[in-house]
């Protein structure tokens, strides 16, 4: 189809744009090559003087060609400058382009001059949280937001330019959450959040006018192909979720854009949606120009387990057969790397299916797919040792039921944190962590709020790894100690470093081929605003006046650095957290009730479920004076003895509607938990 609109195209041009389309179609290049090409704006190749999309380029290798800085210099790395962000934070990828930076806070847009720094303009959104980054194209930034809407601004002055809503202005918790990419006139982007019970999409806009061209709802309606995976007697597809959380990749020469989907909803409620539930967790390839569906390689059938697609895809070259293929690269969240044609999404390296842990109830599927001989980055199984005492350790893709109270899986070794592709090394590099999660299904397969959650005591670590593209084999692996999932990820460059920042407030240069740290910056900010400091936003390099720059924002600042750079390292800030604390209001009160009955209303639903939680503590964390009495009520069918873990004082058992009290004569901070029931844990503050 695209060699015959070439052939149409070149009736009604002129002579010299006829010589220009032949040679397209004889370098056998699909017609929306052509619009690049134009405006001067190809950014199949790797990264070099700018950056003007997350992922560097439409491949998202996050690779650039500069090598000023290398393994033997970059111990002089320095900084060049450090611009405050006047209390705002960001954790955003920047993009630079004609000698500007642009990133996103939680408010607004800010153009720096990507040489000095120095603020260039601001634009303030009205509504919505501006979201992890902004992509560039025909002179302007596009930048998405948490109330779906999709906004241009013009890239020299900060001037709207368009505005555009991807969802529905009826239906709650849609958000576009990682920045639009450009590419032939159109800016594209992902919608989320299926977790409030909605279908994911995928808008194409025009980057002009902000007009919608096409889009791709990622569940589909009853008829369309796909429509067979869910029930055929129920309308719980609406519901479906699957929603796109990463920046899609693009391969102009094919003509398709590549997505990732995430889980499909109700998050746990697996009975209600018996079947594959496509597209969810999956890859789908689309028609770049229409949006129409090419092919999708779903890579966890019926998921249970909030198994999002959620780390950006990269598209690149491998030999394959002792020829060059055009190569899609899926890291699942388990961390099994999938290799796929980017053409057909036939496997480039064997899938085989596996058979798993079943559960009636859940309906779950028989097998999920695995690559054959690959290696797996992080654990099977969630670690014992990271766990607290009472709790049962899951491994992935194990069905967890209502009657299992207290299982602890390792969901997500790999999430969120964009991977690099070095063709130097022919590897590909991530970061991921260890962090076990408590997963709680209730009796109502609709309920979700706040059953997926972390345990105080839980350990948890992160990694850095690099996975040879030739074998899907580990070439090096470091663990390291603080959660990089959701952090600064990877970037790699020709002088043979990669780079990432850590949540302790360093960023770091490490070699390729060993994964060795050869150079540390202490930027002062631990980057993200909760205990377990995620890191910096992903970093990127570019080229001014001869220059090469390594930057990234960090927190509250944007960092840059050179080989002249100056600026001395700050003090550290506090070290994140290795282990789950206790978090969250501290009630004064001296009644605690054993167990609870929680609410989840939701409009988009049109109904309100409750979960008789027996295990729960409210409040959670309580604090008294010393001496006081502090009365424990047993609201459940179930009796509990509460006691502290330091065997200073224990209610004894408590039946069913009794309760029992306890004084407490000395101050201190008491983690206590129900002898009984070892996963409910609390805190008691005496003061």
Not at 17 to 23: G, I, K, S, W
Not at 132 to 153: E, P
Not at 574 to 590: C, K, R, S
Not at 610 to 630: F, N
Request: hydrophobic content about 40%.
């Amino acid at each position: 189809m695209q060699r015959t609109a070439l052939r149409l195209h070149q009736t009604t041009t002129t002579r010299s744009v006829t010589r220009f389309v032949l040679v397209l179609c004889l370098c056998n290049l699909g017609s929306l090559q052509i619009a690049s090409a134009q405006t001067g704006q190809d950014w199949r190749p790797y990264p070099s003087t700018e950056w003007p999309l997350a992922g560097g380029h439409w491949g998202n290798t996050r690779h650039s060609t500069l090598d000023q800085i290398t393994t033997q210099n970059v111990a002089d790395l320095g900084g060049a400058w450090a611009t405050e962000l006047d209390g705002e934070v960001s954790k955003a990828t920047a993009v630079v382009a004609d000698g500007l930076m642009f990133i996103t806070t939680t408010t607004g847009v800010r153009a720096l001059d990507a040489k000095t720094g120095e603020p260039r303009w601001s634009f303030r959104a009205a509504l919505g949280r501006l979201n992890k980054g902004a992509g560039l194209g025909d002179g302007l930034v596009f930048v998405g937001s948490t109330d779906s809407t999709v906004r241009a601004l013009d890239q020299q002055t900060g001037q709207l330019v368009w505005s555009h809503m991807v969802g529905e202005a009826e239906i709650d918790g849609q958000i576009v959450t990682a920045p639009p990419t450009y590419a032939n006139g159109l800016v594209i982007t992902g919608m989320a959040n299926g977790d409030m019970f909605i279908r994911g999409r995928v808008v194409a806009l025009d980057a002009k006018t902000g007009d919608e061209v096409w889009r791709f709802d990622t569940v589909p309606m009853p008829g369309e192909l796909g429509s067979e995976t869910w029930p055929v007697d129920s309308d719980v597809w609406r519901f479906g979720g699957t929603g796109v959380w990463m920046t899609p990749a693009v391969e102009v020469d094919l003509g398709l854009i590549y997505i990732g989907t995430g889980n499909a909803v109700p998050q746990w409620g697996g009975e209600l949606r018996p079947g594959d539930n496509l597209y969810s967790a999956s890859v789908v390839a689309l028609d770049l120009a229409t949006g129409e569906y090419r092919w999708h390689r779903q890579l966890v059938h019926h998921d249970l387990w909030e198994q999002d697609m959620a780390t950006p895809l990269i598209v690149l070259d491998l030999p394959i057969d002792g020829r060059s293929t055009r190569v899609l690269a899926a890291m699942r969240t388990d961390g099994y790397l999938f290799l796929l044609d980017a053409e057909s999404g036939e496997p480039v390296f064997p899938v085989e299916e596996r058979p798993v842990k079943q559960n009636t109830l859940l309906r779950t599927s028989p097998t999920q797919p695995f690559p054959v001989g690959a290696d797996r980055l992080g654990p099977d199984c969630t670690p014992t040792e990271l766990i607290p005492l009472g709790f049962e350790a899951g491994c992935h893709f194990d069905p967890v039921g209502p009657e299992q109270p207290n299982v602890l899986l390792v969901l997500m070794s790999m999430r969120f944190a964009p991977m690099a592709y070095s063709p130097l090394t022919g590897y590909f590099y991530g970061t991921g962590c260890v962090y076990p999660k408590w997963l709680r299904r209730p009796a109502s397969p609709w309920f979700w709020s706040n059953t997926l959650v972390g345990v105080p005591g839980t350990k948890f670590y992160g990694f850095h790894a690099a996975l040879d593209s030739r074998t899907n084999r580990i070439a090096w692996q470091h663990r390291v100690p603080y959660s990089d999932c959701n952090g600064s990820g990877a970037m790699t460059t020709a002088g043979g470093l990669m780079f990432h920042a850590e949540g302790d407030g360093n960023i770091g240069a490490y070699d390729q081929t060993t994964g060795d740290r050869l150079w540390q910056f202490q930027t002062g900010e631990r980057g993200a605003w909760n205990p377990r400091g995620l890191g910096g936003g992903p970093v990127i390099t570019y080229e001014i006046d001869g220059e090469q720059f390594v930057a990234l924002t960090m927190g509250r600042v944007v960092w840059a650095f050179t080989l002249s750079g100056t600026l001395p390292p700050r003090s550290a800030p506090e070290p994140p957290a290795t282990e789950v604390t206790f978090e969250g209001l501290v009630v004064d009160t001296t009644t605690i009730e054993l167990g609870t009955v929680k609410v989840q209303e939701n409009r988009n639903l049109g109904r309100r479920d409750e979960w008789h939680d027996e295990y729960a503590l409210v409040p959670t964390r309580a604090r008294v004076p010393v001496g006081t009495t502090v009365t424990f009520s047993n609201t459940t069918t179930l009796s509990h003895l509460v006691a502290a873990r330091d065997g200073s004082w224990s209610t004894g058992s408590i039946a069913p509607g009794g309760s029992a009290s306890i004084v407490v004569d000395r101050p201190g901070t008491y983690e206590y938990v129900c002898h009984d029931h070892l996963w409910s844990i609390g805190q008691l503050i005496v003061e």
